[in-house]
């Protein structure tokens, strides 16, 4: 769900955000984005994210290509590429003329205190990846993973079998584990070929959702890392598909995928 705060300025509590993304009492989604005045001379706009459950976030680069795609139907700006802040980072959004939408996700970000993450609470292992034992409803086992930050925290494990995954116990098990004091999102990979990959994304706040733009940068460079992947890598997701593009340490993360409207709506709200 995207809001134009620019042209109706309108702060939404949380209160009322977790109703509108009730999918039976509300409007139903996964974030909801605000389109705000920039706060900085370098930026277009600020981008602030909520998931469904009125939480603030740093970070959805699904969203940033919708918010991309919103600003120039509505005819907020002509600009292209865009430049936009969010809560720790400046994303540049280029719309093709295909429509697909590219997005400059900055730097991944692998010191444990981006995300934050309390590394010395978990095993380390090979390749940058650590390993803690978690406990769903049903059993305690060891999971390896590998911890990065691009913008929002991540950790991604690869997986032999994504469908036999259990994503909901595994996700929020290991989001609400004490080393991530914050929370994170935990990306479940498959690596079909080493240009093609298969993804599922438990987000915290909001659940298993059907894309996650930032888990699908954190899985392919993770991949790439682990030297298991080779840019570019398209993503599949139950949601679609997005490539990712990353050439290594100390180069940006470039997504690139669709947006496309569902419908729009008003509504009418009491007075800040």
């Known amino acids: 769900m995207v809001v134009d705060c620019v042209s109706q300025p309108y702060s939404l509590s949380a209160e009322q955000i977790a109703l509108f993304a009730d999918r039976k009492l509300g409007i139903g989604f996964d974030q909801l984005l605000q389109i705000e005045p920039a706060t900085r001379p370098d930026a277009d706009f600020r981008y602030r994210i909520f998931n469904r459950d009125g939480s603030e976030v740093e970070h959805c680069g699904n969203g940033a290509r919708c918010f991309a795609k919103y600003v120039h139907e509505k005819g907020l700006t002509k600009k292209n590429p865009i430049?936009?802040?969010t809560v720790n980072r400046l994303l540049s959004l280029k719309l093709s003329d295909s429509g697909e939408v590219t997005v400059n996700m900055g730097e991944p970000d692998f010191a444990p205190a981006s995300l934050p993450f309390a590394s010395d609470q978990v095993a380390r292992e090979d390749f940058g990846r650590y390993?803690?034992?978690?406990m769903t409803s049903s059993k305690t086992e060891?999971?390896?993973f590998e911890a990065l930050s691009m913008g929002n925290p991540h950790a991604v494990i690869v997986v032999s079998n994504l469908d036999a995954v259990d994503v909901a116990g595994?996700?929020?098990a290991l989001g609400a584990h004490s080393s991530f004091p914050k929370g994170v999102n935990v990306g479940f990979m498959q690596i079909m070929e080493d240009q093609r990959i298969r993804l599922r994304v438990f987000e915290r706040g909001s659940g298993?959702?059907?894309a996650c733009g930032t888990g699908a940068c954190a899985a392919v460079v993770s991949g790439c890392r682990q030297g298991l992947l080779s840019s570019p890598v398209e993503v599949q997701v139950r949601g679609g598909r997005l490539i990712i593009e990353w050439q290594g340490d100390g180069a940006p993360v470039?997504?690139?995928g669709p947006a496309t409207t569902v419908y729009e709506g008003t509504l009418e709200l009491p007075d800040n």
Request: negative net charge.
């Open 254 to 256: 470039l997504m690139t």
């Open 131 to 134: 390993s803690c034992e978690i």
């Open 208 to 210: 298993e959702t059907l």
């Open 142 to 144: 060891r999971i390896e």
């Open 170 to 172: 595994l996700g929020e």
């Open 83 to 85: 430049k936009v802040e």
